[in-house]
C-alpha cells in the first residue's frame, strides 16, 4: 500500500534532549512538509523539501532542523533551543504538478 | 497580519442546515485554494481544491474563490453529523510552500 508513514505516534522529550521524528513516503512524491499544529492555531509551516538534499524554511524554522537525504524520507529534528516543543506534528507530501497534499498520521510530542 | 486568517469557531449547526467556512488572505500571489477535513487528531484530508476565481462543486460541498476580495469559502449543504470535523483552507504561490489558516471546527448536531 502507497503511502506515508510517521513513527514514533507518541513521544517525549526531557529537557536539554534533542528528539527526531520520523517520516517516509512510498509515493515517489518530489516535495516533503513538516507542519506544527497547536490549539486553534491550525497548521505552521516549520520546513519543506521540494527535492533530495534541498530544503527551506518555514514559518517557525527555529529550533528545527530537518534533512533530505532520500526522495522517501525527511526526518524532522526537535533540539533542545526548541523551548515549546509540546504539540501535534504532520508531515506531508505532494507530487510536483499535483495540490493535493497527502499527509501522515501525525506524531504527538510531549515534554517531560 | 497572518497570511491567512480562518475564524477558529467553534461552530455548532443542526442537521440539514448550510454551513458556510470563510478565509482570507493577504499575499496576492496565493494562486492555489484548498479546502481540508481533519479528524480529531489525524492527518487532513483534501476535501476541494479550486485554482482560478469562481465556483465548484462537487456533492454537497462548493468551493469559491474571489480573487478580487481575497476571499474564499467552502458551502456544504444538508449537513449531517458525519461533517463533524475542523475544516482547514489552504493556499499555494508560486513557491512550493503550502499555507495553513487555523482551521474551523465544525459540529453537526443530529
Known amino acids: 500500500d502507497g503511502g506515508i508513514t510517521q513513527s514514533p505516534k507518541y513521544l517525549f522529550r526531557k529537557e536539554g534532549q534533542n528528539v527526531t521524528l520520523s517520516c517516509e513516503q512510498n509515493l515517489n512524491h518530489d516535495a516533503m512538509y513538516w507542519y506544527r499544529q497547536d490549539p486553534g492555531q491550525g497548521l505552521r509551516l516549520i520546513y519543506y523539501s521540494q527535492i533530495v538534499n534541498d530544503f527551506q524554511k518555514g514559518d517557525i524554522a527555529e529550533g528545527y532542523s530537518v534533512s533530505r537525504e532520500k526522495k522517501e524520507s525527511f526526518p524532522l529534528t526537535v533540539t533542545s533551543a526548541q523551548k515549546n516543543p509540546t504539540a501535534f506534528y504532520l508531515c506531508?507530501?505532494?507530487?510536483?504538478?499535483?495540490?493535493?497534499?497527502?499527509f501522515g498520521s501525525g506524531t504527538q510530542l510531549s515534554v517531560l | 497580519q497572518k497570511e491567512v486568517e480562518q475564524d477558529p469557531g467553534p461552530l455548532s449547526v443542526p442537521e440539514g442546515a448550510i454551513v458556510s467556512l470563510n478565509c482570507t488572505y493577504s499575499n496576492s500571489a496565493f494562486q492555489y485554494f484548498m479546502w481540508y477535513r481533519q479528524y480529531s487528531r489525524k492527518g487532513p484530508e483534501l476535501l476541494m481544491y479550486t485554482y482560478s476565481s469562481g465556483n465548484k462543486e462537487d456533492g454537497r460541498f462548493t468551493a469559491q474563490v474571489d480573487k478580487s476580495s481575497k476571499y474564499i469559502s467552502l458551502f456544504i449543504r444538508d449537513s449531517q453529523p458525519s461533517d463533524s470535523a475542523t475544516y482547514l483552507c489552504?493556499?499555494?504561490?508560486?513557491?512550493?510552500?503550502?499555507?495553513f489558516g487555523a482551521g474551523t471546527r465544525l459540529t453537526v448536531k443530529p
Open positions: 506531508a507530501s505532494r507530487l510536483h504538478g499535483n495540490e493535493k497534499l497527502f
Open positions: 489552504a493556499m499555494r504561490g508560486g513557491n512550493n510552500d503550502m499555507r
